[in-house]
């Protein structure tokens, strides 16, 4: 079975560029959550989907948007981005509902997209 | 607001050498405590979940532990292929949801 992956991999913007993240879930999933990742930092909440609606939103700005597809893969897009956006970004899939208890094995995380901003 | 501490920031151990890594954390309703490990440029992988205080969970040379306030993970006799950034993480449910809060990561190197 295919893990979570993300695409690209890595990606390199200028200041005041657009950027879409990409994520797809394990199969069966249906939850599926965003993470930011600064050098040096554990892993920041930022959205949460569920069967394709906005479950949870940490504290980001208006900036950063995401979106669920009906076959539960996702994209997060991060407008007029900032140098402080750097950052690794992970996608997370967990097989069960909105405020149930996780299997034992928790939340499956992919790689990520390693972003630069320059 | 949910929290969680890791300590030490680093720790650099002689392979065989064993270790305790510690979180503490303040948190509105436990609903799991998490362990990651990640290697650099990679994604967190999951190690353990911990759900009431005294419960072990054990894998490898790796052995995790909870109390009401704090978590430890125990390497023993480690490898230098233990080497990598371990997290912890709680999980809480808030405003209809649930979300995992990371501490900062313990790294740890483990030299031949």
């Known amino acids: 079975d295919a893990g979570v992956t993300q695409s690209p991999t890595h990606l390199i913007k200028t200041r005041g560029q657009h950027v879409t993240l990409r994520c797809s879930p394990i199969?069966?999933?249906?939850?599926v959550s965003w993470y930011q990742q600064v050098l040096g930092q554990g892993p920041q909440f930022i959205f949460q989907?569920?069967?394709?609606?906005?479950?949870g939103r940490g504290n980001f700005p208006d900036r950063f948007s995401a979106r669920q597809f009906p076959n539960y893969s996702s994209e997060l897009n991060v407008n007029a981005l900032l140098l402080g956006d750097s950052a690794l970004y992970l996608c997370a899939s967990s097989s069960t509902r909105q405020g149930a208890t996780p299997p034992d094995y928790g939340y499956t995380f992919g790689s990520g997209t390693r972003l630069t901003v320059v | 607001e949910d929290q969680v501490t890791q300590s030490p920031e680093a720790l650099r151990l002689q392979e065989g050498e064993s270790s305790s890594l510690n979180c503490s954390y303040t948190v509105s309703g436990l609903r799991g405590l998490f362990w990651y490990r990640q290697d650099p440029g990679k994604g967190p992988e999951f190690l353990f979940t911990l759900y009431s205080a005294g419960e072990e969970k054990e894998k490898e040379r790796l052995k995790a532990t909870l109390t009401k306030k704090e978590s430890f993970l125990h390497i023993t006799a480690p490898k230098p292929e233990d080497s990598a950034t371990y997290l912890c993480?709680?999980?809480?449910?808030?405003?209809?949801?649930?979300?995992?809060?990371f501490g900062k990561g313990t790294m740890l190197l483990v030299s031949p």
């Open positions: 993480a709680v999980r809480s449910f808030s405003s209809g949801y649930s979300t995992l809060t």
């Open positions: 989907y569920y069967e394709k609606e906005e479950r």
């Open positions: 199969s069966g999933h249906k939850s």
